[in-house]
């Protein structure tokens, strides 16, 4: 296995699959590949995949019910790709546990770019310790910083672990949704905007002059309504997150 680990394409169109088998491979992950949906569930559970991509519209069974049976075993990282530009289909992949959507034709430095920016942002830490996806760290990093624990009304969150609690119980959140609230709380009651929040998620790929969609703008709202689902926020007296409208949302004042 490579050091990056193993990458699984879910593609039934020969080309495109070829073309991403040779962009992650460049990339350093072990690529294996599947053109149905049903062979690609058993791939992603055969070699522990930590990175798939996934096509919308597969021959037997979808792409959104294969990423729902990935979902029931595997926390790896998932780009849909699909050929429509339906919005619909962005916003179900992301309501499924995408973790990104593309249309095609895409360009393959985006797809690495993506890939990349999600494997240098861990999931959360396992039992052990461990960041899930991420790639062993040296003995020689840093201890983690107590007091970069980041805490309002009831709710922890741990940038170093990738943890969040609420009243003390554990809170499971995707990486997008981790980073969402992360950049919220940094901002202490500052306003971020959809557009801001959307460099948050997509990562370093987005530079300051990129163009943002009103795609990546719902993409945004969709993130941000799982997480307040999540955490149980209630929307008529919210603890943490509060929408300001025709801007994006900021961090809920502190309760006393």
Not at 23 to 31: N, R, T, Y
Not at 222 to 251: A, C, F, M
Request: hydrophobic share 40%.
């Amino acid at each position: 296995m490579s050091d990056l680990g193993t990458a699984v394409v879910v593609e039934d169109d020969e080309d495109v699959r070829n073309l991403i088998h040779a962009v992650l491979s460049q990339a350093g992950f072990e690529v294996h590949s599947a053109a149905c949906g049903k062979d690609g569930v058993d791939m992603v559970r055969l070699r522990e995949a930590s990175v798939v991509t996934l096509d919308v519209g597969l021959p037997d069974i979808d792409g959104f019910e294969v990423l729902r049976r990935i979902r029931q075993f595997s926390d790896a990282y998932v780009v849909m790709l699909t050929a429509r530009t339906d919005e619909l289909d962005t916003l179900t992949a992301l309501h499924t546990g995408a973790d990104d959507f593309m249309t095609k034709p895409f360009r393959p430095r985006e797809l690495r770019a993506r890939v990349a920016a999600m494997m240098r942002r861990p999931r959360q830490v396992m039992p052990g310790g461990r960041p899930l996806n991420a790639a062993p760290q040296a003995a020689a990093d840093p201890p983690p910083v107590a007091d970069a624990v980041f805490r309002h009304n009831g709710l922890a969150l741990n940038p170093d672990t990738r943890s969040v609690t609420v009243d003390g119980e554990a809170t499971s959140l995707t990486r997008s949704e981790f980073d969402l609230l992360h950049a919220l709380l940094k901002g202490a009651g500052a306003v971020r905007s959809k557009t801001d929040l959307v460099r948050v998620v997509r990562g370093e790929y987005y530079s300051a002059d990129a163009y943002i969609s009103e795609s990546d703008e719902r993409a945004v709202e969709v993130h941000i309504g799982n997480l307040r689902r999540k955490l149980r926020e209630d929307s008529l007296r919210p603890r943490w997150l509060q929408t300001v409208r025709g801007v994006g949302y900021r961090l809920a004042p502190e309760r006393l």
